[in-house]
């Protein structure tokens, strides 16, 4: 129900109703929205072992989401009465969903997207697509390490205590070869996401241009 590119908003334009409107209006509905991420995480882990696509260990693979899923539901319910159990499920889902949104979505929704037929070096398309947000340690416990999206992107076998000691040397190293590093606080991150969300949503067609196109296109 969320656009975040404006192609997905092309294949929506069609939507008329409630659906069109809460599109248009998306910034306002996107937190409260996020409270059915952790369903659609679930129903995307099962498309994903059903579907054709080619697949490693595909039989393990449904073995763990069967005794995952299924073993986990049985016991909320062995446990707990009906309507308590479906209750503790639906909160569970929600507050978890809400959770993984609201790390996830800091790091890279509004910054800038790059035309498929443009070519960049790693350093530039890991850096200049992604945002770091600053903090203190509670906040790197809090989002998991995805506060140095950055640094995650550049080196992702990193040992996550590490992400905070290299951010400097990284953005150093960017300074001096005139690559943007963005970092920003927690809370004007998601003033960017929910406006950016917006622009998307009314037909913004370029809602974030590229800088290296722009700078090719005054060459």
């Not at 906040?139 to 040992?159: A, C, K, R, W």
Request: hydrophobic fraction near 45%.
């Amino acid at each position: 129900m969320i656009s975040v590119t404006p192609a997905q908003a092309d294949r929506r334009a069609a939507w008329r109703g409630p659906l069109g409107w809460i599109m248009a209006h998306q910034g306002v509905f996107f937190f409260p929205i996020l409270l059915l991420e952790g369903l659609s995480l679930h129903a995307s882990s099962v498309r994903r072992v059903v579907s054709r696509e080619p697949l490693r260990r595909r039989a393990v693979e449904i073995s763990f989401l069967v005794v995952r899923l299924g073993g986990y539901v049985t016991l909320v319910f062995l446990v707990l009465s009906p309507g308590v159990a479906s209750a503790f499920l639906a909160v569970q889902l929600g507050v978890f969903g809400f959770y993984m949104g609201m790390a996830f979505a800091p790091n890279h929704k509004g910054m800038p997207l790059v035309p498929k037929d443009v070519k960049l070096d790693f350093l530039r398309r890991q850096v200049l697509m992604s945002r770091n947000i600053a903090g203190s340690r509670v906040l790197d416990t809090v989002m998991g390490g995805l506060n140095y999206q950055i640094e995650h992107h550049l080196f992702p076998s990193m040992p996550r205590p590490h992400l905070r000691a290299a951010s400097p040397m990284i953005a150093e190293y960017c300074r001096a070869h005139g690559v943007a590093y963005t970092r920003t606080t927690l809370w004007q991150s998601y003033g960017i996401v929910v406006r950016y969300i917006n622009r998307v949503g009314l037909g913004d067609r370029d809602p974030f241009d590229c800088p290296l196109v722009a700078q090719r296109q005054t060459i």
